[in-house]
């Protein structure tokens, strides 16, 4: 299994930026993917996560500003990041595990990991 991420940069505050994952040799029939950022000095974040069956969570601090989605014919996932601020400033990884629900499920416990894309914001 191979989650290559891309899109990362760096942007203006208020600025957006959107994130890529390309998975590849994933073939569970139920997964939750999603996004999860770390920043220094701090513990790794979950951001977004979302599941085959359509459910989609997001963490408070980004609600409103960022939209997770799912090419399923690229086998891509997205982060589309709008109104950056500068605590938004992190490294920011893909994440894929196989689980019946995203639910109670925390992100960063999830199997299989990209490389990470870093997002700078000034």
């Known amino acids: 299994v191979q989650l290559v991420e891309s899109g990362g940069g760096s942007v203006q505050a208020g600025g957006s930026l959107r994130l890529s994952c390309a998975l590849s040799?994933?073939?569970?029939?139920?997964?939750?993917v999603g996004w999860l950022r770390k920043a220094p000095g701090k513990e790794h974040e979950g951001v977004a996560k979302?599941?085959?069956?359509?459910?989609?969570w997001y963490a408070e601090s980004v609600k409103g500003r960022i939209t997770i989605s799912k090419d399923n014919a690229k086998n891509t996932l997205y982060l589309e990041m709008n109104s950056l601020k500068p605590e938004d400033a992190a490294m920011y990884y893909c994440?894929?595990?196989?689980?019946?629900?995203?639910?109670?499920?925390?992100?960063?416990?999830?199997?299989?990991w990209g490389q990470g894309t870093q997002v700078t914001v000034s």
């Open positions: 979302t599941h085959n069956d359509g459910s989609t």
């Open positions: 994440a894929a595990d196989e689980r019946p629900s995203c639910m109670l499920f925390a992100i960063a416990q999830a199997k299989y």
């Open positions: 040799g994933y073939t569970a029939s139920t997964y939750c």
